[in-house]
């Protein structure tokens, strides 16, 4: 008797064990698919952002301001893609267009060389466009005078702004708007604050550009937030 007890006993043991496993695998499996399929769109928007950079930057070819400044170890002296053919340096910080990507415009891209991210960047982020890239909240726009919030989620996968935990003062940010100019900012400030502040978003910059990125800390109950002027 007893021994058909540990009989049923173990039965059901083995059997826990593998429902735990087969949810343990399916949940790395989700992560890993998650994180090929996010990256494969940003990989598409991405090469449309720079094929209309490319179209619309015409004129005068002239090196980016950021050429000159190689003391970052991501060796971004070279220019962007667009910045290889001719461009028209006369109004370089406008926007001259705007990429629609699954209903959302793609209005530039960031670049986090500290943490390997490259995204394009939606003008807006809402539950549905936060599922694609990162997106814009707050702000005059990407390399305008003043603060421009950019918001991504944390998937704690390495994915949009998972590790910008990891991002420390003196980091390198850079941002590329939709005429193809891109800006180099630094990190100048990080710390963590609740949902309900929004101080940081309307800060006066003194007449710089500033960026500011916020994203959930891994519990989801706080914002990690960071400054960056451009440098």
Known sequence: MKEKKFNKVLTVLL??????????????GYDVINRV??????????????????EVNVGPNEPDEEESNSDDSDSESESESGNKSSRNRNSDDEDYYEINYDGYNIVGKIKI???????????????S???LSVGIIYGPGLNRIGNTVIMGHNYRNGTFFSDNDKLSNGDVIYITNSSGRRRRYIVYNKY?????????????????REI?????????QNRIIIWAREA
């Open 15 to 28: 059997i826990l064990v593998a429902i735990s496993i087969v949810i343990i695998i399916g949940f790395y």
């Open 113 to 127: 060389p500290k943490t390997g991210i490259e995204y394009p960047i939606l003008d807006e982020a809402s539950v």
């Open 212 to 220: 500011t990125l916020s994203s959930c800390t891994d519990d989801s």
């Open 129 to 131: 466009s936060m599922q």
């Open 192 to 208: 963590v604050t609740d949902p309900s502040d929004f101080d940081y978003a309307v800060r006066d910059t003194a007449g710089k």
């Open 37 to 54: 399929m996010i990256k494969s769109n940003a990989d598409h928007m991405i090469d449309e952002f720079n094929n209309h950079v490319d």
